[in-house]
Structures are given as C-alpha cells and as structure tokens.
C-alpha cells in the first residue's frame, strides 16, 4: 500500500527560510534510511505560498488566486511516498521523522487510493487508461 506523509508548512518555510544545515542533513540520513528499507518511493519539498496559486473550479469557470494563503499550518510544505504494507507502518515511518530544533512538526498520514479502492465505476477500460498513463510517465523518467 502506498501511503503519502504530508510534512505541513510553518511560520519559517511559509516565509522561504531554509532549514540550517543540521536539519538538511538529518533529512537526508532520513531519506537514505528509507530508501535503503526499500519503502521510500519519492518526495519532495514544497516552496512557500506566496509563489503559488489557488485555482477554485467552479460551474462558472477557473478563478486564480495568488498566495500567499493564511493558516500556515494548514498548508502542505512537503511530502514523501511510501511503499508499505501498512498504515501503523507509515506511521512509524513518520514517527522517526527528524525535528527542528525549536517548534514542532505536522504530519500527516494518508493512504493513496488504488484501482481497488473506487469500485465498479473504476471500469477496465479507465483501469488500462490509468496503466498506461503511469508507464508513460516511468518511461519519461
């Protein structure tokens, strides 16, 4: 099962502060442990709100909003994809996440939704269209 842990943003990386090395590093001893379990199977860090943009679909159309967007911690700073055979594994996983020295860290656990999850609606054909679409991108990789 993959599962996406959501890293939420904070006061710092909302205002495009970097983190000091000794938390890039312990990221990255982190991340190689996870690789090296075999579970990671991607992530990345988000830049601040400000140079993003909300796109709100309606029946009426698109409307575009620029950030920067209140409520930091609601915001996604982050995230990985992991590979496990369970949800308590995922959150293992986040539980051994390193922390900033001040302040604390969110996240979130989510399970990512396979063909399985949808049901009948989620019909061969749209399964094969999915398949494609996800060797594609492997492809372009």
Known sequence: MRFMIIIKSDEDSEAGKMPPMEALTAMAKFNQEMLDAGVL???????????????TLSAAGATVTDGPFTEAKELVGGFWIVDVPSRAEAIEWAKRCPTPPTGDTVLEVRKILEAEDFGENFTPELQENEQRMRDEIAERA
């Open 41 to 55: 199977v991607g992530g990345e860090g988000l830049q601040e709100s400000s140079k993003g943009a909300r796109v």
